[in-house]
């Protein structure tokens, strides 16, 4: 079955308020303080009714060697993330909302876990100087951005991928972010399509799908990037 990704809101954000133009969830959150402990508690329900909230990641995992490094980006309350790093990858999420790293850390210790905004994404300077075999950004990340900043957590992802690395970015096309638009703005930060899928269970793409699964990787690989 389909991991609930399709239909359900994203459980992170790409990021309290940032340092520069807040993301469209910093601007849901402060208009209800409350939405982020909903959103955990949602989350938490639904994993004791025993909800198979896996299916991103078990297309991930198939995408890498035990070991890997992942990024997940936007990772919310680490469910993503947290089932990697279950799988035997080395994980780090990043997420601009604290409420939901908390709810990371407590509810999934292990990966390494960040309050970050994705648009100012700079690991290295944090001192993770490794780069990913993959970045995954599931459910609506990207449609929870600032606005104006596409291009830019695009290009982040890429300046921390590892040579021969991909991104996986999935996201509902009705929610203001048309496909054509972001694959735009992937080519625009460097990044070429490999895939497309309607589903995180491989269904193939059609332009009437309702979710985009989109495999990147660097459309000209640099010289040196380690």
Same mark, same amino acid.
């Given at each position: ?8 809101p994203r459980e ?66 680490? /469910?993503?993330? #947290?089932? =990697?790093?279950?799988? !035997?990858? &080395? %994980? $780090? *999420? ?61 290009? /982040?992802?890429? #300046?921390? =991928?590892?040579?021969? !690395?991909? &991104? %996986? $970015? *999935? ?46 990787s660097d459309a ?7």
């Amino acid at each position: 079955p389909t991991a609930p990704a399709p239909t359900h809101p994203r459980e992170g954000s790409g990021g309290g308020m940032s340092a520069t133009r807040p993301s469209r969830w910093e601007l849901k959150t402060a208009a209800d303080p409350s939405h982020s402990t909903w959103y955990v508690e949602r989350f938490r329900a639904m994993a004791a009714r025993g909800a198979d909230l896996a299916g991103e990641a078990r297309l991930v995992d198939a995408m890498l060697p035990r070991g890997s490094r992942v990024l997940d980006a936007g990772c919310g309350p680490g /469910r993503v993330g #947290a089932e =990697l790093f279950a799988r !035997g990858h &080395a %994980v $780090v *999420g990043v997420d601009v909302d604290p409420v939901l790293i908390d709810a990371a850390r407590t509810d999934h210790p292990g990966p390494d876990w960040r309050v970050g905004d994705l648009a100012e994404l700079d690991l290295p300077a944090e001192g993770v100087t490794e780069p990913f075999d993959l970045i995954v950004c599931a459910g609506n990340v990207v449609t929870f951005l600032a606005p104006g900043t596409e291009v830019e957590v695009l290009r /982040r992802f890429r #300046a921390h =991928l590892a040579p021969g !690395g991909r &991104a %996986v $970015v *999935g996201f509902g096309t009705g929610r203001g972010y048309p496909p054509e638009q972001f694959l735009a703005d992937a080519t625009e930060a460097g990044l070429h399509l490999d895939l497309a899928l309607a589903t995180w269970d491989l269904r193939p793409w059609t332009p009437d799908a309702d979710f985009l699964v989109a495999v990147l990787s660097d459309a000209a690989p640099r010289p040196g990037v380690a």
